[in-house]
C-alpha cells in the first residue's frame, strides 16, 4: 500500500509545484491528498480574507523592493519598502529591509531611523539587525548607541574570525569617536562637484606637477544612464582609471584613461611622476600588484612590474610612493610577515632594483593601513589607519620621519576625519591644502575626492546656511544661491548648492542687511528653508500662537554644568542674542514665566558653523497645576532612551520626592500620531518606564510610582502639524496626593 501522503510543515508552494504529480498516482493516494490538500486550504485561508486583502498592497510593493534588492540595485528599491512600510507599518520586516537598502545605498542617516523601528517593533526580526544597526548608528555618529548593538552582534561570530576582528575594530573605534571629535582642526573640506564625483565611488586621485590634470580611480558604469540610474552596486564594476583637467579653476567632465592599463579586470591609479612621463598604476593580477609604464613620444609603453621584492605572488599590493628622487618606496601590502592585515613597509634602491622590504611597525596595527603619501621635504609621511584611534573606518594620521624611524602616528581630527573612510591624502605643492577621499555623509557617491585647506573665520563673521527645497515634493534643488548687500544688485558672494539642497555664506559684515537669490534651471520653484544660523541670535515665541515671549536663556557648559553666559530676552521681540566659541559645545537652557523650559545641545564647528541650534524656539505653556511635563527633546523620534542633558529635569524631581516622602506619581507616557495604535501605545509604555526607572535607580521606592501609557491618544497639539505635533512626544509625572 501507497504511503499516506503528508504535508508536514505545510508547504503550499510544493504543493502547487507538484500538482500534476498528484494526479498520476494512484486513486487511493490522490483521494487523500485531495483531502489533505482543501483541510489544509481551509485551516490556512479561512478567516484571513479581509487581513489578507488589507495588506495585499503593502506586500506587492515588498515584492517589488525584494526584486531590486536580490539585484544589488539598492536605490531603486527603497521606494518601494518605504511604501511598503507606510502601508503596513507594524511590519518589522518591512523596515528592515528598507533599513538595509537605505545603508548599502550610501545613505546610513536614513537607515538609521528605519532600522530602529525595525528594532522597536521585533529586535530578532533578522540576525543581521545588529549588523546594520551599529554601522548605521556609528555612521551618524551615535556612539554610545552604537557600542550596544556592536556587543550584540560582536556575539555572534567565532573569536578570531574575519567578523569578530572587523566588529571589535569597530567598537575600538566607537570609543575613540568622542576624543577624535574634540581635535577639531581649523580647516574647510570641499567636494570637487559632480564634473568629478558620481553616485558611485571616486579615490586615489594623483596629479601632474602643476595641479592641472587628475588620474584616479573609480567604480562607475562606462554607460551614463546606468550612472543616472544607479542602476548596478559598486561591488558589480570593475575598478578603472580615469583622467580629468582643471580649466580655469574647474574639474571638467572626465574620461576613461586610454592606454597601456587593461580594461577587463580591476586597476586603479597609484601615482604619476612630477613631470608625467612615468605611470604607477595597480592591476588585480597575482592578488594585485603595482606595474609601471613610461611615456615616450606620446604614447604609454608597455606595462612592467615594479619589482618581484615589491609585487608577491600571492598577496596583494594595492598602493605605494616614490620619494627621495626615486631611491625610496613606501608602500602598501597584506604579505603574511606584517603585523596586521594591511600593513605600510620600505624598501630603498639596490642599483637597478628594490632591495629587501621592511615592515614600518611603530605605524602599523592589527588592522588595515593604506595610502601613504611623503610630504615633499621627505619629513611627514600622511596615511590612512583602521588602528590607533580612528573614530570610525579609516582615518588620516601623520608621522614624522626622524633618520631611519617614525615617530608615533598622530590622528589629523575633525573635521578632516569623519565616521567614515577618510583615505588617500595627496598634498598640495606649494600650497597648505590636500586632497583625499571620503565617504562622509553629503557627498555625491559612496566615496567623493575632497580638497581640504586651512581656514580661520573673522571673528565678527556670522555664518548663515540653508537649504534649497522644491515646495511642492520637499526634494533637495540644485540651486545657485547668491548674496546680495539690502537694496543693492552687487552680488557678494555665489555658491553651488549641495547634494541635499544646503548652502552657507560667510557674512562680510556683521551689522549690515543681506537678502539672498536662488536661481533654478527649470520651471521649479525653490523654497529656501532657514534651518540653521550663527547661535548669536535667536528668537522666543509661544509654540502655538507664535507670540514673541519675555524670558532669560543661559549658555552652559555641558561638561561641567556651569553658566557661561545669561541674556535677558526683548519682551517686545522675542529676540536674544549670545557670543560663542567656534569649536566649543553648548547646552541652551530657556526659561519664561508659565511656560515650560527648553533645552537643545549644540556645537559649533572651528569655521564658526553652528551645528544644530534652531532659531526658533517655541515654548509650550503650562497647564495644570499639579503636571510636571518633561519637555518633547526628552526623546528623540521613536526612541524611548533618556538623552544625558535632561536628566537634570529628573534629577530635579528626585530631590523633591526625597524631600516631600508622601508624594506619589502618576508617570504617563505619549507619543504623536506617527504609526499605528499599537505600536504608539507600545512605545508610550516604555517611554514612562524609562522615566521611572531613572527615578528608581536614583533611590525613590517603586511603589511611588504609577506607570501608564496613553500612546497617541491625548495629544496636546494637532499631531497633522510637523511644527507643533513634538511636544506630543512626552512623558507626564502627576502628583497623585
Known amino acids: ?164 576582528i572587523d566588529t571589535e575594530m569597530r567598537i575600538a573605534q566607537c570609543k575613540n569617536g568622542s576624543s577624535v571629535m574634540e581635535m577639531t582642526e581649523l580647516y574647510k573640506v570641499d567636494n570637487l562637484g559632480d564634473y568629478v564625483n558620481t553616485p558611485y565611488p571616486e579615490y586615489a586621485a594623483t596629479f601632474s606637477n602643476d595641479y592641472s590634470y587628475m588620474i584616479f580611480t573609480s567604480r562607475r558604469p562606462r554607460k551614463i544612464k546606468h550612472q543616472a540610474k544607479r542602476r548596478y552596486h559598486v561591488l558589480d564594476i570593475n575598478e578603472e582609471v580615469y583622467e580629468a583637467e582643471k580649466v580655469e579653476g574647474v574639474w571638467k567632465k572626465t574620461k576613461l584613461f586610454s592606454r597601456p592599463i587593461p580594461k577587463s579586470i580591476h586597476d586603479a591609479s597609484v601615482a604619476i611622476s612630477e613631470d608625467g612621463k612615468t605611470l604607477y598604476y595597480y592591476l588585480a593580477r597575482n592578488g594585485g600588484d603595482i606595474y609601471i609604464s613610461n611615456q615616450e613620444d606620446g604614447k604609454w609603453s608597455k606595462k612592467e612590474s615594479i619589482g618581484e621584492t615589491i609585487n608577491t605572488d600571492d598577496y596583494n599590493e594595492p598602493h605605494a610612493v616614490i620619494a627621495d628622487g626615486g631611491n625610496m618606496i613606501l608602500f602598501v601590502s597584506d604579505r603574511p610577515d606584517g603585523k596586521g592585515l594591511k600593513d605600510l613597509y620600505v624598501a630603498y634602491k639596490e642599483g637597478d ?276 511635563v518633561i519637555t518633547w527633546q526628552f526623546f528623540e523620534y521613536d526612541r524611548d532612551v533618556i538623552q544625558r542633558r535632561y536628566l537634570k529635569d529628573l534629577d530635579n524631581v528626585v530631590e523633591v520626592m526625597n524631600k516631600v516622602p508622601e508624594v506619589r506619581l502618576n508617570v504617563v507616557g505619549h507619543t504623536d500620531g506617527d504609526g499605528s495604535d499599537s505600536y504608539n501605545q507600545a512605545l508610550s509604555e516604555r517611554r514612562a518606564a524609562a522615566v521611572a526607572k531613572y527615578l528608581t535607580d536614583n533611590g525613590i521606592e517603586p511603589s511611588r510610582l504609577n506607570i501608564v501609557g496613553m500612546g497617541e491618544t491625548m495629544p496636546i497639539y494637532d499631531n497633522s502639524n510637523d511644527d507643533t505635533k513634538k511636544w506630543n512626544r512626552r512623558v507626564e509625572l502627576f502628583i497623585i496626593n
Open 353 to 628: 632594483s628594490w632591495g629587501e622590504a621592511q615592515n614600518i611597525e611603530v605605524l602599523n596595527t592589527e588592522y588595515d593601513e593604506d595610502g601613504p603619501f611623503l610630504s615633499a621635504d621627505g619629513k611627514t609621511l600622511y596615511f590612512a589607519s583602521r588602528g590607533h584611534n580612528s573614530m570610525g573606518g579609516y582615518d588620516l594620521f601623520k608621522s614624522t620621519r626622524m633618520g631611519d624611524s617614525w615617530s608615533k602616528p598622530v590622528n589629523l581630527g575633525y573635521p578632516i576625519n569623519s565616521v567614515g573612510d577618510d583615505i588617500y591624502y595627496v598634498e598640495e605643492q606649494g600650497g597648505e591644502g590636500f586632497f583625499y577621499s571620503s565617504d562622509r555623509p553629503g557627498g555625491f557617491g559612496e566615496k567623493d575626492i575632497y580638497y581640504a585647506y586651512p581656514y580661520i573665520p573673522e571673528e565678527t563673521s556670522t555664518i548663515v546656511a540653508g537649504t534649497v527645497l522644491d515646495r511642492t515634493t520637499m526634494e533637495p534643488v540644485e540651486a545657485e544661491v547668491r548674496l546680495k548687500r539690502e537694496g543693492s544688485d552687487e552680488v557678494l558672494e555665489t555658491t553651488q548648492t549641495k547634494p541635499d539642497g544646503s548652502y552657507q555664506f560667510l557674512l562680510p559684515e556683521c551689522g549690515e542687511e543681506y537678502t539672498i537669490d536662488v536661481k533654478v534651471d527649470g520651471a521649479g520653484k525653490p523654497v529656501v528653508e532657514t534651518g540653521k544660523y550663527n547661535v548669536v541670535t535667536g528668537f522666543l515665541k509661544d509654540a502655538l500662537t507664535g507670540k514673541p515671549l519675555d524670558g532669560v536663556v543661559e549658555l552652559i557648559d555641558p561638561e561641567t554644568d556651569q553658566v557661561i553666559e545669561r541674556a535677558k530676552v526683548n519682551p517686545e521681540t522675542g529676540n536674544y542674542m549670545l557670543p560663542v566659541v567656534s569649536g566649543q559645545k553648548y547646552l541652551l537652557s530657556v526659561n519664561s514665566n508659565e511656560y515650560l523650559p527648553y533645552y537643545e545641545e549644540f556645537s559649533v564647528s572651528p569655521t564658526g558653523e553652528v551645528l544644530a541650534h534652531s532659531h526658533e524656539v517655541g515654548l509650550q505653556k503650562k497647564t495644570e497645576a499639579n503636571k510636571l
Open 1 to 164: 500500500m501507497a504511503p499516506a501522503f503528508v504535508l508536514e510543515p505545510f508547504d503550499k508552494n510544493f504543493l502547487f509545484r507538484n500538482f500534476q504529480k498528484i494526479q498520476l498516482k494512484k486513486l487511493n493516494v490522490l483521494i487523500m491528498r485531495k483531502l489533505t490538500v482543501v483541510l489544509t486550504l481551509a485551516i490556512l485561508f479561512g478567516g484571513l480574507p479581509v487581513q489578507a486583502e488589507k495588506n495585499r498592497p503593502a506586500k506587492k510593493a515588498y515584492r517589488k523592493g525584494r526584486h531590486y534588492l536580490k539585484r544589488h540595485d539598492y536605490i531603486r528599491s527603497i521606494p518601494f519598502f518605504k511604501e511598503a512600510t507606510n502601508l503596513d507599518p507594524e511590519n518589522a520586516w518591512y523596515h528592515f529591509l528598507l533599513g538595509k537598502a537605505q545603508f548599502e545605498g550610501d545613505r546610513p542617516t536614513l537607515a538609521k531611523d528605519a532600522l530602529m523601528r525595525a528594532y522597536n517593533l521585533d529586535g530578532s526580526v533578522h540576525e543581521d539587525l545588529p549588523f546594520y544597526l551599529s554601522r548605521a548608528l556609528h555612521s551618524n555618529m551615535a556612539f554610545e548607541d552604537a557600542l550596544i548593538f556592536y556587543q550584540s552582534d560582536l556575539s555572534r561570530y567565532e573569536e578570531g574570525s574575519e567578523e569578530y
